[in-house]
């Protein structure tokens, strides 16, 4: 169960794009396409914002896209707003009904 | 409208117990597979246990195994956690989670967290 690589911190200029990379192992990420993203403001519960790698729930704007390639997952948040500085992570299923977490990445808007 | 609400958190010494309660309303605890999460400032999230399945089926975080157990009463609606032997690393705001329709581990629903301090 060893937690999942997530870069510190991120950031980008109103309306430019950042990715966020989430790497994980093969027994996890590489393992199984059920990767969810979440975003969480200062002070509140996370937030589903990606599910199953790239599908996002309803009402979670399509400037959120999620992606994977072998180990690795990534958000991309496009056209940036000032609403989007939050700290995001990723998770992976990683089997024998069990979860892991990314470290979080803190994401500023410049 | 599905809603969560955690308590039972507080400051406790080391090695003591604590019982976490977490009621659900707008769906059955006992038709959905729900999960505690915890996070701390140093670690972020982590997966803590879920319980599913009509024979209540648990599973634990290899930090928790063997010291927290997790539990639901159909009757008043809730999920517990017992949380046995705690250590200072254990220091958390732990929070109830409902799995998305598609589950393993997206978690749609999330309650608002309480927070458990073990400290001498």
């Known amino acids: 169960q060893s937690a999942l690589t997530q870069p510190l911190s991120a950031s980008g200029s109103p309306g430019q794009s950042v990715t966020i990379s989430c790497i994980g192992s093969?027994?996890?990420?590489?393992?199984?396409?059920?990767v969810s993203w979440y975003q969480q403001h200062p002070g509140k519960a996370p937030k589903l914002i990606i599910y199953g790698v790239s599908s996002r729930p309803s009402g979670v704007p399509d400037r959120f896209f999620g992606s994977k390639s072998a180990n690795t997952a990534s958000l991309t948040v496009s056209g940036l707003q000032a609403e989007d500085e939050a700290d995001y992570y990723c998770n992976s299923y990683a089997g024998s009904n069990t979860v892991v977490f990314g470290g979080g990445t803190k994401l500023t808007v410049l | 409208e599905v809603q969560l609400l955690e308590s039972g958190g507080g400051l406790v010494q080391p090695g003591g117990s604590l019982r976490l309660s977490c009621v659900a309303s707008?769906?059955?605890?006992?038709?959905?597979?729900m999960t505690w999460v915890r996070q701390t400032p140093g670690k972020g999230l982590e997966w803590v246990s879920l319980?599913?399945?009509?024979?209540?089926?648990?599973y634990y975080a290899d930090s928790v195994r063997g010291r927290f157990t997790i539990s639901r009463d159909t009757s008043t609606n809730t999920l517990y956690l017992e949380m046995n032997s705690l250590r200072a690393e254990d220091t958390a705001l732990y929070y109830c989670?409902?799995?998305?329709?598609?589950?393993?581990?997206?978690?749609?629903?999330w309650g608002q967290g309480t927070l458990v301090t073990v400290s001498s």
């Open positions: 093969s027994s996890d990420i590489g393992a199984y396409n059920f």
């Open positions: 707008g769906f059955p605890v006992y038709n959905s597979p």
């Open positions: 989670a409902k799995e998305h329709r598609t589950g393993y581990g997206s978690y749609e629903y």
């Open positions: 319980i599913y399945g009509g024979h209540d089926n648990t």
